[in-house]
């Protein structure tokens, strides 16, 4: 079945430092792909997605690239900040379905 | 625009009660899915509704149930309460078709079990 697969945490890091989560996927076809952050105490905000290969989804200084040959969505950010602090999940959702599989989640910790 | 809503946000209920949820989708979304949260098994999907029919279930027991009714809100219940249902349990709406919109989360709500 479908998968995701997703660096463990968490991450630490210094604010302004550049931050890498890989993200893997095993998915028949070409899913669509995101990446979802949550806060403390909260549900889950979208924060990009894409739906083609080699597509580039991004959002708030955070960016993404769908990479069919590795099977890759890795989320990068140049400049963390200590409110980028939150849980990050990758997710995909099969194509022609609606449900989405996710990963088990990165916690990102950055420090002042 | 109102965002997802859920509630309660959160409950207690003892072992052998049973428990209805509730979710509101953002106006006009017709897809309503919820998914299950712990520590240890992560995001686990549950059930999803589209125009007041259950289009995909995930892999839980009879227990679990849902249905969504005629202005798309949602309703979960989980029947005879284990330990193990305590969890934060999502709710997320999306215009409807396939995954590729994006699906908005609710807050959840947080049940725990003694």
């Known amino acids: 079945g479908d998968s995701v697969t997703q660096m463990e945490g968490p991450v630490t890091l210094s604010e302004e430092a550049f931050l890498t989560i890989n993200c893997t996927y095993t998915?028949?076809?070409?899913?669509?792909l995101f990446w979802y952050v949550q806060y403390p105490g909260e549900g889950l905000q979208l924060l990009l997605k894409a739906t083609k290969a080699d597509d580039k989804g991004s959002n708030k200084g955070f960016e993404a690239t769908y990479r069919k040959e590795t099977t890759s969505f890795h989320l990068e950010k140049g400049s963390v900040q200590v409110s980028d602090s939150a849980v990050y999940f990758c997710a995909l959702s099969a194509v022609g379905y609606s449900t989405l599989t996710f990963g088990k989640g990165t916690m990102l910790l950055v420090s002042p | 625009k109102a965002g997802v809503t859920q509630t309660p946000r959160y409950l207690i209920k003892t072992r052998g009660q049973q428990v209805t949820l509730s979710c509101s989708p953002i106006s006009g979304h017709r897809s309503v899915s919820w998914y299950q949260q712990t520590p240890g098994q992560g995001l686990q999907f549950l059930f999803e509704y589209f125009s007041e029919t259950q289009r995909n279930k995930g892999n839980f027991p009879g227990r679990f149930s849902g249905r969504q009714f005629s202005n798309s809100r949602s309703e979960m219940n989980v029947s005879t309460l284990e330990l193990g249902d305590s969890a934060l349990y999502l709710c997320?709406?999306?215009?409807?078709?396939?995954?590729?919109?994006?699906?908005?989360f609710g807050s959840g709500t947080r049940l725990t079990v003694v």
């Open positions: 997320a709406s999306s215009l409807g078709g396939t995954g590729n919109y994006g699906y908005t």
């Open positions: 998915a028949t076809g070409y899913p669509s």
